[in-house]
């Protein structure tokens, strides 16, 4: 093993950046819908090694010191978006317009996120030294580069390192007191430390030291994960039962104006079907019906009719939550309409009781930033509308015979600690997605799992209701309670479990997050001065 890591150590030029890419890209087999965590222990020690291998090639110091370490921090993160996102081409499919820019949008969103990994990489090459608590200077280079991933430019922490170490509900627990942040921190400190046991610079306790403690982590995540599923009784709320609407409707059967009578028809069908046995007390008839994002690819204006299709199948008291884009006037004197990603809430009459527009949009998906300079390039948005304008701001929606809920429509529900507001607080989730973008590819199974790791972290219930899957019905501790494969076309009827205490992570996610970037950079520093004397 030891000749291994020396070979490591001597790879140069290509050689290097190509093993770099790989292990980012295989990376990828610990994520859903896989879920090979243990490859990571792989995959981190190579990235520790070859971080070691540059800063001994740069050990002259300023900038080109610099330069190879960004580069295998860069290249990993390549492989791993690349790897991790390139289902997103499935989408540039789906209209021949925009073909085209299926290969672009493959491979530039990973070039751009690759830079959050070149960046950790330098910031953990700064604070580098020979001893082996230099895994916490890796852990902390790249954690901090994980939470600026998740927010600049709005944001894009999907696939964070940390959902690897979420796998298994027991795993996942933890999320409610570290957050995916402080977990991503833990989950880079544990995966790289094997690492160090191959260390011929340190002999002894020191190199088995970062080991031990990395184990002792993981076996207070199970331990703690245990215990609090052990506790864990999942309660449903009184005289609430929703039915969950997945239509499996192709993105390609979508945007055929051709089909939006049977649109329609399909949705209201599914909707009123009769429960399996009325005389059954657990298949009572539904109180709340769920419709997908963008259930109707069309504004609701274009075919009036719809709403009094809507009355016909509500029965008294029920009502619809449903997804649909809406219209407004720009304003006085503009001939131009404002288009909102909306949810709204209808009553047994058809009538509107309340409405959500989507606060965090998809670039490039939904609107597109720096319109006039990418418009010139022939770069354009997917789907049929025009580019939708932002809603005003994330708001608990209430509702007749059941709790309020928050909704977040699509990736809204990707951004831990930025989904529920200070103040009164929901007693559900409510994702309301349109994967049919991307079919049968790893995107689905991601997004699913990243909903899974919300409801850990908020305590709450998830509601989580697609056009083509996965569509289900998640308990406060991220277990599924019930739900719909990919691919298929049904209705799920549940009742509606009740959420549990605030956890610690949600109570103040900003503070967790900074203790856990706090704490490992003081560590870091801390260990790096005594390894100086």
């Known amino acids: 093993m030891r000749a291994l890591v020396e070979n490591i150590f001597l790879l140069w030029g290509w050689k290097r950046?190509?093993?770099?890419?790989?292990?980012?890209?295989?990376?990828?087999?610990?994520?859903?819908?896989?879920?090979?965590?243990?490859?990571?222990?792989v995959t981190f020690p190579i990235?520790?090694?070859?971080?070691?291998?540059c800063s001994i090639a740069g050990n002259r110091g300023g900038i080109r010191a610099m330069r190879p370490a960004f580069a295998i921090g860069w290249w990993f993160g390549f492989g791993y978006f690349l790897a991790g996102l390139h289902w997103i081409g499935a989408a540039f499919l789906v209209e021949s317009k925009t073909e085209w820019m299926m290969p672009f949008a493959i491979l530039v969103?990973?070039?751009?996120?690759?830079?959050?990994?070149?960046?950790?990489?330098?910031?953990?090459?700064?604070?580098?030294?020979?001893?082996?608590?230099?895994?916490?200077?890796?852990?902390?280079?790249?954690?901090?580069?994980?939470?600026?991933?998740?927010?600049?430019?709005?944001?894009?922490?999907?696939?964070?390192?940390?959902?690897?170490?979420?796998?298994?509900?027991?795993?996942?627990?933890?999320?409610n007191l570290t957050g995916l942040y402080g977990l991503t921190i833990l989950t880079i400190f544990c995966a790289a430390s094997p690492a160090l046991l191959f260390d011929p610079a340190e002999q002894g306790f020191s190199r088995r030291a970062p080991v031990m403690i990395?184990?002792?982590?993981?076996?207070?995540?199970?331990?703690?994960?245990?215990?609090?599923?052990?506790?864990?009784?999942?309660?449903?709320?009184?005289?609430?039962?929703?039915?969950?609407?997945?239509?499996?409707?192709?993105q390609e059967e979508r945007i055929d104006v051709k089909n939006r009578e049977a649109i329609v028809e399909r949705l209201i069908s599914l909707s009123g079907e009769p429960v399996g046995n009325p005389e059954d007390p657990?298949?009572?008839?539904?109180?709340?019906i769920i419709w997908p994002e963008s259930a109707l690819p069309f504004l609701v204006t274009s075919m009036p009719q719809v709403l009094s299709r809507i009355e016909t199948l509500l029965q008294p008291g029920q009502i619809l939550i449903a997804g649909l884009s809406r219209a407004e006037d720009a304003g006085a004197g503009s001939k131009q309409k404002n288009i909102f990603n909306s949810i709204y809430v209808f009553g047994d009459d058809a009538k509107v009781i309340n409405r959500y527009d989507k606060v965090h949009l998809v670039p490039f998906g939904e609107y597109l930033p720096f319109e006039s300079a990418f418009t010139s390039l022939g770069i354009r948005l997917l789907g049929s509308l025009p580019g939708y304008s932002f809603g005003a701001k994330r708001q608990i929606i209430g509702l007749p015979n059941a709790p309020p809920f928050l909704p977040l429509i699509c990736y809204e529900i990707i951004f831990p600690g930025q989904i529920?507001?200070?103040?009164?607080?929901?007693?559900?989730?409510?994702?309301?997605s349109d994967d049919s973008w991307f079919g049968r590819s790893l995107g689905p199974y991601q997004h699913f799992h990243q909903a899974r790791v919300r409801a850990v972290e908020e305590g709450l219930p998830v509601v989580r209701v697609t056009t083509t899957g996965i569509s289900a019905v998640i308990d406060?501790?991220?277990?599924?309670?019930?739900?719909?494969?990919?691919?298929?076309?049904?209705?799920?009827?549940?009742?509606l479990?009740?959420?549990?205490?605030?956890?610690?992570?949600?109570?103040?996610?900003v503070k967790a997050t900074f203790y856990f970037l706090a704490v490992f950079g003081i560590l870091t520093v801390l260990t790096r001065r005594r390894q100086s004397r």
């Open 47 to 53: 990235l520790l090694w070859l971080v070691d291998s």
């Open 420 to 432: 529920t507001e200070d103040g009164d607080r929901a007693a559900w989730l409510v994702n309301l």
């Open 214 to 250: 990395a184990l002792a982590l993981i076996a207070v995540q199970f331990g703690y994960g245990y215990q609090r599923l052990e506790r864990a009784r999942v309660e449903f709320t009184d005289n609430v039962r929703l039915r969950l609407v997945q239509p499996n409707l192709t």
């Open 109 to 175: 969103l990973p070039c751009a996120l690759a830079l959050f990994t070149g960046f950790g990489t330098v910031v953990a090459r700064l604070l580098w030294s020979s001893s082996p608590w230099r895994v916490l200077a890796l852990s902390f280079g790249l954690g901090l580069a994980e939470v600026l991933r998740g927010h600049i430019l709005t944001g894009f922490p999907w696939n964070s390192f940390g959902y690897a170490f979420t796998i298994g509900e027991m795993q996942m627990q933890i999320a």
């Open 497 to 509: 479990p009740k959420p549990v205490a605030r956890p610690p992570y949600s109570q103040d996610p």
């Open 282 to 288: 657990n298949q009572k008839q539904p109180t709340h």
């Open 476 to 495: 406060a501790y991220g277990r599924v309670v019930k739900k719909l494969p990919l691919g298929v076309q049904n209705v799920l009827d549940s009742g």
């Open 17 to 41: 950046y190509a093993l770099a890419a790989l292990a980012g890209a295989f990376s990828v087999l610990a994520l859903p819908p896989i879920g090979a965590f243990p490859v990571l222990f």
